[in-house]
């Protein structure tokens, strides 16, 4: 009877002729010891309810400086956030500066509503940064590198008196460092 040709004793038997099995059992050894303190080591991530109240802390923060919804002018949708694992919170909202110009309201002049939309827009943009550089250092559940972002969204109700008025602000604060709030206009 034929018996087929194996290496495989060749390939199992390997680590124990080659330059010592005593290496190989230590660096079998030395890479479990890796693998296994980058598992431990790994950060834990804050607990369900410490990022939900977080969360709704800004939420709160931001509805009551922007004020509440109103139809054709003012909040259109209300903040609303969210946690990002390795970033922090984002809370996202959508506001109209003035209402846009129709025959059944007394008319304003273009000046008039490019001061107007100008000022609330300078307004909202102390406001929310004077709320972030307050708020983010009190949060507990982000660590001291994640960051804070508001998403401000705008429409432009009057694009024809308003040109250059931004579609979104961002606003952003890293934990450790609430006195410098960046702000990101889009167009």
């Known amino acids: 009877m034929?018996?087929?040709?194996?290496y495989w004793h060749n390939v199992r038997d390997y680590s124990s002729k080659c330059?010592?099995?005593?290496f190989f059992k230590f660096f079998k050894f030395l890479l479990f010891v890796l693998l296994t303190a980058g598992i431990v080591s790994g950060q834990a991530s804050p607990p369900d309810e410490k990022i939900k109240a977080d969360v709704r802390t800004i939420q709160n923060a931001v509805n009551e400086i922007m004020g509440t919804p109103v139809p054709g002018g003012g909040v259109l949708q209300v903040a609303r956030g969210a946690y990002l694992d390795g970033y922090g919170i984002v809370v996202s909202l959508e506001v109209a500066f003035d209402p846009p110009v129709n025959p059944f309201t007394p008319q304003k002049s273009p000046e008039e509503i490019r001061t107007t939309a100008t000022q609330r827009l300078k307004e909202a943009q102390e406001k929310l940064t004077s709320v972030l550089k307050q708020k983010v250092a009190l949060l507990e559940s982000i660590a001291p590198s994640d960051s804070v972002s508001v998403i401000l969204n705008i429409l432009n109700t009057n694009p024809a008196y308003l040109p250059d008025m931004p579609s979104q602000v961002i606003f952003s604060v890293k934990k450790q460092d609430t006195a410098r709030v960046s702000i990101k206009s889009y167009k």
């Open 2 to 6: 034929v018996q087929q040709f194996s």
């Open 19 to 22: 330059l010592g099995g005593e």
